[in-house]
Every structure is written in C-alpha cells, then in structure tokens.
C-alpha cells in the first residue's frame, strides 16, 4: 500500500508543522487517522483539505500549541491561520475548520473531508465502526504507523483535557458516551 500523502506545497508545510510539534506517538495517530478516514472515504473530495484538517486535528492537544479554549477550537484556528497565510479562499477554510471541531461530534458530518477526520478519528481511537475497514488495509496501516503506547497516551492526553475544558469538546463525550470506557476497551489492530 502507498502512503504518500498529498505532495501540494501546503500540505507539506502543514504536516512539518505539525511533525516538528507533535510527539511521535501522536503524530503516528494522525497518520493513522488519515489514511483509516480515506479507506472509509471513497467519494471525491479536495485531498488538500482532508489531509491539513486530520494533520490539524489534534493540535490543540499539544504543548506548544495548548490553548485557552477546548482542544478541536484550537486546532481549527490554528489550521484557518495558517491556511489564510497561504492565500486559501474563505470557504475551503471554514471546510477545513468544519472537519476539525466536528471530528469529536457523534452524527456524522455531511462533507467527505469531515467525514475523513472523523470516521478515521474514531476508527483509530476506538475501532469505529468495527469491520468498516479492510483487514489487509488495517495490517498495512497498522505496520506503517505503530500505535505501541498509543492507548495510554491518547487516554491521558483525553482526561487531561477534560480537566483543562470540562465544558469542552471530551467532557461532552465523556458524559454522553462514557468514552473512556470505549477507548480502554479498543482491541488492539
């Protein structure tokens, strides 16, 4: 399987951004996330979006860029910063926005770039929806992008944030989904 990712000059500089301030473990889950998203997505869609939404999605989550505001706020506004700095017109940003506050949300998002982030979000994370992605596409993922100690990271970064934003984006799944119990509970791929 090939995982070249979109090789436009700003998809580029998004995912060093994004490489030189994520950890490696968090950075493997973003791989992880675009590339579960686009075996889920197989419609068309603007690659550069889809791409620069899950590399941002997580942003928020980060220590350099750990905001005052819930995790995918920050991520958006960071990801619509950048994106205005390279001449983006306003409605591929707000797509690209869109992507990344909606990738927590339970309803499915009606754009295929939302739909990316956030069904290769949830797949990664707690293996939504079961059986949605092919074994070999999993195995070849998996390889490529090791999850080892993914679990205990995403979890903690997950209830620290909820202790930073208890009104935020977590907090809201934790009560409507118990959804530290649902990540805990993620077999192992």
Do not use: C
Not at 32 to 45: E, H, I, K, P
Not at 105 to 114: A, I, Y
Not at 119 to 140: H, L, Q
Request: hydrophobic share 45%; proline share 6%.
């Amino acid at each position: 399987m090939d995982f070249a990712p979109p090789d436009s000059a700003v998809a580029t500089a998004a995912e060093a951004l994004v490489i030189e301030a994520s950890p490696t473990i968090m950075l493997q889950h973003l791989y992880r996330t675009y590339w579960y998203g686009r075996a889920l997505v197989t419609s068309d869609l603007d690659e550069d979006a889809a791409y620069i939404a899950t590399m941002f999605h997580d942003l928020g989550l980060t220590g350099a860029f750990r905001g005052a505001s819930s995790f995918e706020v920050v991520g958006a506004q960071h990801a619509a910063s950048f994106l205005e700095g390279r001449g983006w017109d306003v409605d591929r940003i707000g797509l690209v926005e869109r992507a990344i506050v909606r990738h927590t949300n339970v309803t499915p998002g009606e754009d295929p770039v939302e739909l990316v982030v956030q069904g290769g979000a949830a797949f990664d994370v707690i293996g939504f929806p079961p059986d949605s992605i092919p074994t070999d596409v999993t195995n070849a993922v998996e390889e490529a992008f090791p999850r080892e100690g993914f679990k205990e990271a995403i979890l903690r970064s997950y209830l620290d944030e909820i202790e930073a934003q208890p009104h935020g984006a977590f907090a809201m799944l934790e009560t409507s989904l118990n959804f530290s119990q649902l990540l805990q509970a993620r077999p192992d791929l």
